[in-house]
Nanobody, 115 residues
Framework: QVRLVESGGGLVQAGGSLRLSCAAS????????MGWYRRAPGAERELVAK???????NYADSVKGRFTISRDIAEGALLLQMNNLKPEDTAVYYC?????????WGQGTQVTVSS
């Protein structure tokens, strides 16, 4: 059974960087599109970055040019490099398939950006 476990969050000042990682118990990344989602306080969960099975990437306008999604298929890891972080990036970040599969929502990892 696939399990998705996020890590790498933390507290950072505006302008700083963080690298999130999502580990899967099975090497599923080569089979389907994966994405990073986030839920800010009082907001709906949103998709911020997506990588297709072929490796094509797409980003929400709010993070374009600052975030980079990638995957390490051999290690079974989905990555999100976040640069030039802004206070509005504060949220819990999750990985999941695209479209998401309900049973695979994990605990997420908290990212807090101070101004």
């Amino acid at each position: 059974q696939v399990r998705l476990v996020e890590s790498g969050g933390g507290l950072v000042q505006a302008g700083g960087s963080l690298r999130l990682s999502c580990a899967a118990s099975e090497r599923t990344f080569r089979l389907t599109a994966m994405g990073w989602y986030r839920r800010a306080p009082g907001a709906e969960r949103e998709l911020v970055a997506k990588i297709s099975r072929e490796g094509d990437t797409n980003y929400a306008d709010s993070v374009k040019g600052r975030f980079t999604i990638s995957r390490d298929i051999a290690e079974g890891a989905l990555l999100l490099q976040m640069n030039n972080l802004k206070p509005e990036d504060t949220a819990v970040y999750y990985c999941n398939f695209v479209p998401p599969v309900r049973v695979y929502w994990g605990q997420g990892t908290q990212v807090t950006v101070s101004s």
